[in-house]
C-alpha cells in the first residue's frame, strides 16, 4: 500500500510571509499532482509533476517533485488571504490510472 | 470541477436506509472514479469504472457498497443499510481516458452523506 505523509497538517501565518508544504512517501509515484479544495467543494488541481527534479512555477507557486520521484513541496511566496484553504497532495502510483493516494491534506490559514 | 456533475450535494439517511449518489462525467469522459472524504482524513480511492465495468474496486468496502456505470445514464454509487461511520463526502471523478499520468481528472462538487 502506498501512503503519502503531508506536512504540516496545519498552517496559520500572516499575509506576506512564505511557507512550504512537503509531502513524502517510501514510495515511488509515476506522477504527483496538487490540489486546493475549498469548504463544500471538490478538489481543483493546481499541478502536474511527472519528471524526477521537476520544478514548475505557477504565479507564486512553486511545486517541486523530488528527484526518486518519492517527495514533492509546495512553496508559496508572500502569501495572501485568498491563498486560505486546504491543500492536498496526491501520487499516481504503478496502476497509472486515477487510482490516486492522497496526502492526508495541509489546511493554510493567511491572516491579513 | 466544471463538467463532473454530482447530485445530490446534500442527502441525509436514517440508520438502515439506503443512499444512492449519481455522478454525470465531463462529456466524452468514460472513466469515472469514487472517492470518500472522511472528516478530518484526506480522500480515499473507492472505485474506478468504465462503462459497464468495474477495474479496480480495491477501495470499496467489502459489504454494503457497491457502484455501476451503465451504458446510459450517470454513475451511480449505492450504500445499502447505512451506519453513521458513513457519514462523509463523496467525490466523483472523471478522466477521458485510463492513463492519467501527466494528464487530469476531474473532480466533481461532491455528495455530503449525513447519517443521523
Known amino acids: 500500500t502506498q501512503l503519502l505523509e503531508q506536512s504540516p497538517q496545519f498552517l496559520s501565518i500572516q499575509e506576506g510571509e512564505n511557507l512550504t508544504v512537503y509531502c513524502n512517501s517510501s514510495?515511488?509515484?509515476?506522477?504527483l499532482q496538487w490540489y486546493r479544495q475549498e469548504p463544500g467543494e471538490g478538489p481543483v488541481l493546481l499541478v502536474t509533476?511527472?519528471?524526477?527534479?521537476e520544478v514548475k512555477k505557477l504565479k507564486r507557486l512553486t511545486f517541486q517533485f523530488g528527484d526518486a520521484r518519492k517527495d514533492s513541496s509546495l512553496h508559496i511566496t508572500a502569501a495572501q488571504p485568498g491563498d486560505t484553504g486546504l491543500y492536498l497532495c496526491a501520487g499516481v502510483g504503478g496502476t497509472s490510472y486515477g487510482k490516486l493516494t492522497f496526502g492526508q491534506g495541509t489546511i493554510l490559514t493567511v491572516h491579513p | 470541477n466544471a463538467g463532473v456533475m454530482q447530485n445530490p450535494r446534500h442527502l441525509v439517511r436514517r440508520r438502515g436506509q439506503e443512499a444512492r449518489l449519481r455522478c454525470s462525467p465531463m462529456k466524452g469522459h468514460s472513466h469515472v472514479y469514487w472517492y470518500r472524504q472522511l472528516p478530518e482524513e484526506g480522500l480515499k480511492f473507492m472505485v474506478y469504472l468504465q462503462k459497464e465495468n468495474i477495474i479496480d474496486e480495491s477501495g470499496m468496502p467489502k459489504e454494503r457498497f457497491s457502484a455501476e456505470f451503465p451504458k446510459e445514464g450517470p454513475s451511480i454509487l449505492r450504500i445499502q443499510q447505512v451506519v453513521r461511520g458513513d457519514s462523509a463526502a463523496y467525490f466523483c471523478?472523471?478522466?477521458?481516458?485510463?492513463?492519467?499520468?501527466?494528464?487530469?481528472?476531474?473532480f466533481g462538487e461532491g455528495s455530503w452523506l449525513t447519517v443521523v
Open positions: 514510495s515511488v509515484f509515476s506522477s
Open positions: 471523478a472523471s478522466s477521458p481516458q485510463g492513463e492519467v499520468a501527466g494528464n487530469t481528472i476531474y
Open positions: 509533476v511527472v519528471t524526477g527534479g
